[in-house]
């Protein structure tokens, strides 16, 4: 479908007409409330008014006025999404996407009760929190209420490496010491304090290590030091942070916090195993530490039986400091910091006021507590726990048909598919990964790949997804790694007989090119830029 305007105006000249900016975005907003100008014909059209370049012109206006390093998905190919409703995105066309990976749009996209909700207190009220107010009040009691008992105070930011920053200047104050152990793979927030403590940043670039980080391998049974056949491996690798502490300790080093996802994201939906926390925990508390969960991918109910990720290791695990952000304001920009009454006041003790213009406004609280009366009202946790349980079904039948899958693990809506090249070695198929995520998007579902390999489809779709989109997303899923694996088997074929997958190939595959795909997996993968951190 073309563009919505024929004229192609030149770079920086808005659409429309001479009204300007400000009269066009008012008369889209109020086409937009009212509802006007809907079908073109096409599902979601009504996006087609939302746009005020065309997506060529938007590209080029990216390219010079935002930042280089502010990467789009999809960067051989970015989309333009002008609108988007539950789980579906629709671009500057009108063209559908089912959106498989936005934790943020969390009760799912613009839903009329947040938007209502801060609509309404948009136009009462918005103002710091030195003011007394109820929402903010409400929202931590709230919050609270979620958590276990001794996680009472609350601290409001607006983004979740802020709330990071600010647990960290938590740990430090509260002993007075320094130092914090890391997962690898980790990425806990952009600022500089983050950077430092996230090695799936500072690995990648110039970025040393430095000497208060330490970092402990990640707990994955999968790829990891110490694998599902191990005896124990949350012990191992809860052995491997004591190791570090005692090292640490040796060279007159001491440890302020331990800090760690309940569930590791980018590092490749990795999830620990059972009896690693409290272990941690144990010596990081001797070592007069705490224990940071960072819940800003992970909380909310995403993992469906619990409300927060670390409550799946049981009731005998409490952190010290929670951190959340992303699906907390369903898109609108807040975050926060949850811990103790003692650590709380230990930071008061330093005299420095904590003051955050934004956070815990009126209308952030507002947003906050109608995405918690939806997460309630619409039993999200439960279809969590129903789609993701059926998603997985469905892609355990995909790994026994697929050699490219090499594993699934997840829970509830927060589910990895760990693709290889080979089922022994377990090597990443980071190439054939990236393939298959930008077929998905021909077939319009929206997919990243990330891990330290970028080889493990992320998917962790709004809570709204349903049984009848994890079985579309399975079929697309499905055909391309049908075809991806012809044009593997081919090249193996030619070059070895042994290691090679013996598949029946349905006649139709037989007349396919064989070697399309995987030509096409390596030029995809040489124009890509993208670094995911979502
Ligand atoms: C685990 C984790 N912590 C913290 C952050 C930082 O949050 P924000 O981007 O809101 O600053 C992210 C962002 O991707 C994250 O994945």
Redesign the pocket.
């Given at each position: 479908m073309p563009p919505v305007t024929p004229d192609a105006p030149g770079e920086g000249t808005p659409r429309g007409t001479a009204a300007g900016k400000a009269g066009r975005w008012g008369s889209l907003a109020r086409q937009a409330l009212a509802g006007e100008r809907e079908s073109r014909g096409a599902p979601g059209s009504r996006a087609t008014m939302c746009e005020l370049y065309s997506k060529q012109d938007t590209l080029a206006l990216r390219r010079k006025h935002i930042g280089p390093s502010c990467k789009v998905f999809f960067a051989a190919d970015p989309i333009k999404i002008v609108r988007a409703q539950g789980q579906y995105m629709f671009d500057e066309r009108g063209e559908q996407y089912l959106d498989c990976i936005n934790n943020v749009a969390h009760v799912g996209h613009c839903h009329p009760e947040v938007v209502t909700a801060a609509l309404k207190q948009m136009e009462l009220l918005n103002t710091n929190s030195r003011f007394l107010h109820d929402n903010i009040v409400e929202y931590a009691r709230r919050l609270s209420a979620t958590l276990p008992e001794t996680l009472s105070v609350c601290y409001f930011t607006n983004?979740?490496?802020?709330?990071?920053d600010l647990a960290l200047r938590l740990a430090r104050q509260f002993r007075g010491h320094q130092d914090v152990i890391t997962l690898d793979h980790a990425?806990?927030?952009?600022l500089s304090s983050?950077i430092e403590i996230s090695p799936y940043k500072f690995r990648k670039g110039k970025d040393v290590k430095k000497e208060f980080v330490h970092v402990a391998p990640t707990p994955d049974t999968y790829r990891g030091k110490y694998r599902e056949d191990h005896a124990d491996p949350a012990g191992a690798y809860a052995d491997e942070v004591k190791k570090i502490i005692e090292e640490a300790h040796n060279s007159g080093r001491k440890i302020a916090a331990f800090i760690a996802?309940s569930m590791q994201?980018?590092g490749g939906q990795i999830i620990p195993p059972a009896g690693y926390f409290q272990k941690v925990a144990e010596y990081v508390h001797r070592a007069g530490g705490v224990f940071i969960a960072?819940e800003?991918?992970v909380g909310f109910g995403r993992v469906g039986k619990h409300f927060w990720s670390f409550q799946m290791h049981g009731e005998d695990f409490v952190p010290d400091i929670v951190?959340m952000?992303?699906p907390m304001g369903n898109g609108h920009?807040m975050?926060c910091v949850v811990t103790t009454k003692e650590i709380a006041e230990a930071f008061s003790s330093s005299g420095m006021e904590y003051f955050n213009t934004y956070g815990g406004n009126p209308v952030s609280s507002a947003i906050g507590l109608a995405v918690l009366n939806v997460i309630e009202s619409e039993d999200l946790q439960g279809n969590a726990t129903r789609v993701g349980d059926y998603l997985t079904e469905l892609l355990n039948k995909q790994k026994a048909k697929h050699t490219l899958i090499g594993d699934i693990r997840g829970i509830g809506l927060f589910i990895g598919i760990d693709l290889v090249k080979d089922q022994q070695k377990r090597t990443p198929a980071t190439d054939e990964a990236q393939h298959v995520i930008y077929k998905m998007k021909e077939k319009q579902v929206l997919l990243s790949a990330d891990g330290p390999h970028r080889n493990v489809l992320k998917i962790k779709p709004p809570m709204c997804f349903t049984e009848e989109d994890a079985k579309f997303m399975v079929d697309q899923l499905d055909e391309i790694l049908t075809v991806v694996e012809e044009a593997i088997g081919a090249r193996s074929e030619s070059v070895t007989s042994e290691n090679t997958p013996c598949r029946t190939k349905a006649p139709d595959q037989l007349t396919r090119p064989l070697t399309t795909a995987h030509e096409s997996i390596h030029m995809l993968t040489s124009l890509l830029l993208y670094t995911p951190?979502?």
């Amino acid at each position: 479908m073309p563009p919505v305007t024929p004229d192609a105006p030149g770079e920086g000249t808005p659409r429309g007409t001479a009204a300007g900016k400000a009269g066009r975005w008012g008369s889209l907003a109020r086409q937009a409330l009212a509802g006007e100008r809907e079908s073109r014909g096409a599902p979601g059209s009504r996006a087609t008014m939302c746009e005020l370049y065309s997506k060529q012109d938007t590209l080029a206006l990216r390219r010079k006025h935002i930042g280089p390093s502010c990467k789009v998905f999809f960067a051989a190919d970015p989309i333009k999404i002008v609108r988007a409703q539950g789980q579906y995105m629709f671009d500057e066309r009108g063209e559908q996407y089912l959106d498989c990976i936005n934790n943020v749009a969390h009760v799912g996209h613009c839903h009329p009760e947040v938007v209502t909700a801060a609509l309404k207190q948009m136009e009462l009220l918005n103002t710091n929190s030195r003011f007394l107010h109820d929402n903010i009040v409400e929202y931590a009691r709230r919050l609270s209420a979620t958590l276990p008992e001794t996680l009472s105070v609350c601290y409001f930011t607006n983004s979740g490496s802020e709330a990071n920053d600010l647990a960290l200047r938590l740990a430090r104050q509260f002993r007075g010491h320094q130092d914090v152990i890391t997962l690898d793979h980790a990425y806990h927030g952009h600022l500089s304090s983050l950077i430092e403590i996230s090695p799936y940043k500072f690995r990648k670039g110039k970025d040393v290590k430095k000497e208060f980080v330490h970092v402990a391998p990640t707990p994955d049974t999968y790829r990891g030091k110490y694998r599902e056949d191990h005896a124990d491996p949350a012990g191992a690798y809860a052995d491997e942070v004591k190791k570090i502490i005692e090292e640490a300790h040796n060279s007159g080093r001491k440890i302020a916090a331990f800090i760690a996802e309940s569930m590791q994201s980018c590092g490749g939906q990795i999830i620990p195993p059972a009896g690693y926390f409290q272990k941690v925990a144990e010596y990081v508390h001797r070592a007069g530490g705490v224990f940071i969960a960072d819940e800003v991918q992970v909380g909310f109910g995403r993992v469906g039986k619990h409300f927060w990720s670390f409550q799946m290791h049981g009731e005998d695990f409490v952190p010290d400091i929670v951190t959340m952000g992303k699906p907390m304001g369903n898109g609108h920009p807040m975050a926060c910091v949850v811990t103790t009454k003692e650590i709380a006041e230990a930071f008061s003790s330093s005299g420095m006021e904590y003051f955050n213009t934004y956070g815990g406004n009126p209308v952030s609280s507002a947003i906050g507590l109608a995405v918690l009366n939806v997460i309630e009202s619409e039993d999200l946790q439960g279809n969590a726990t129903r789609v993701g349980d059926y998603l997985t079904e469905l892609l355990n039948k995909q790994k026994a048909k697929h050699t490219l899958i090499g594993d699934i693990r997840g829970i509830g809506l927060f589910i990895g598919i760990d693709l290889v090249k080979d089922q022994q070695k377990r090597t990443p198929a980071t190439d054939e990964a990236q393939h298959v995520i930008y077929k998905m998007k021909e077939k319009q579902v929206l997919l990243s790949a990330d891990g330290p390999h970028r080889n493990v489809l992320k998917i962790k779709p709004p809570m709204c997804f349903t049984e009848e989109d994890a079985k579309f997303m399975v079929d697309q899923l499905d055909e391309i790694l049908t075809v991806v694996e012809e044009a593997i088997g081919a090249r193996s074929e030619s070059v070895t007989s042994e290691n090679t997958p013996c598949r029946t190939k349905a006649p139709d595959q037989l007349t396919r090119p064989l070697t399309t795909a995987h030509e096409s997996i390596h030029m995809l993968t040489s124009l890509l830029l993208y670094t995911p951190s979502g």
